[in-house]
């Protein structure tokens, strides 16, 4: 089979060129960078083409594109699809491009997909996918595709388009916002060093998780930001609950501070199978010590 990577010479589509072709399929990458495109080429054994001759000499087309170029690519190749092709994307976010799909793939089989993992995963194996079928006939698809990941051991959930999206408004939105601003604010602190030098598990979690989020992109984090839907709300939901706890510190509340602390303790037992365990979880972390 031949598939063809729209945005090939990007992080995850170089994962998506070298993963497929050690599976033995065809791979063509295309870019609008012709000097990154050859480069990639190279490193990865696979072909280069243009965007439009990728797409027709193909069976399947990926588009690993950013979100704010996603249509302008998508009806740049429109004219070389073909009726019977599948087409996927793996963007972040799910209801726009796959609303833009279908409407400039008619008579094709599109699937939104989501790898909720970055290009550093050494393979699928232990991975979650998010697949977003929107009919009968994209559902058919989605189980084909599960089947497939689940048969290389990666982890498959179905939703829709929009269910996706609010959830990660939470799962990476949310998450993202408050690595940066953690990052800011340790930076703001002047003692980066120090803290690291002496900081316990807790510490390495908050470090581990600000490093990790300022290290990527900018382009893709901002596009998130700025693209999922309710983040304005979600983070003044995280600001309130903020300026709530900060309150209780400033007036020395250690009493409202327990209460509060074991009202969440009380939630989370309830509604996380796996919190009991998650103090011990903290310690497999490599290098941790024993204070938290």
Not at 68 to 96: H, L, M, N, W
Request: hydrophobic share 40%.
């Amino acid at each position: 089979m031949r598939v063809a990577i729209i945005g090939g010479y990007g992080k995850m589509g170089r994962w998506l060129a070298r993963g497929l072709r050690a599976e033995g399929l065809q791979v063509t990458i295309a870019g609008r960078d012709e000097t990154k495109l050859s480069e990639a080429a190279g490193q990865l054994g696979v072909k280069a083409a243009s965007a439009s001759e990728a797409v027709k000499s193909s069976e399947v087309v990926i588009l690993s594109v950013p979100i704010d170029s996603f249509e302008a690519i998508c009806k740049e190749i429109a004219p070389a699809v073909k009726p019977g092709q599948y087409i996927f994307d793996v963007t972040s976010i799910k209801a726009r491009p796959v609303d833009i799909m279908h409407k400039h793939f008619g008579g094709c089989r599109v699937l939104g997909t989501h790898p909720m993992f970055g290009p550093g995963a050494a393979s699928v194996s232990g991975q979650r996918f998010v697949l977003t079928p929107t009919n009968k006939e994209e559902r058919e698809l989605a189980g084909v595709i599960r089947r497939y990941l689940e048969e290389r051991s990666a982890k498959v959930v179905s939703m829709s388009p929009a269910e996706h999206d609010d959830l990660m408004a939470i799962v990476l939105g949310l998450s993202h916002f408050i690595a940066l601003v953690s990052a800011d604010t340790l930076l703001s602190l002047g003692k980066l060093k120090e803290a690291e030098a002496a900081g316990g598990t807790s510490y390495r979690l908050l470090l581990t998780l600000a490093e990790a989020v300022v290290s990527e992109d900018p382009s893709f984090y901002s596009s998130l930001q700025m693209n999922l839907p309710g983040m304005a709300e979600l983070q003044d939901v995280f600001l309130a609950k903020a300026r709530h706890w900060a309150g209780i510190v400033k007036s020395s509340d250690t009493q409202s501070f327990a209460q509060r602390m074991n009202h969440l303790k009380s939630r989370f037992a309830q509604e996380d199978p796996g919190f009991a365990e998650a103090y011990n979880n903290a310690y497999r972390l490599p290098g941790e010590g024993k204070q938290l």
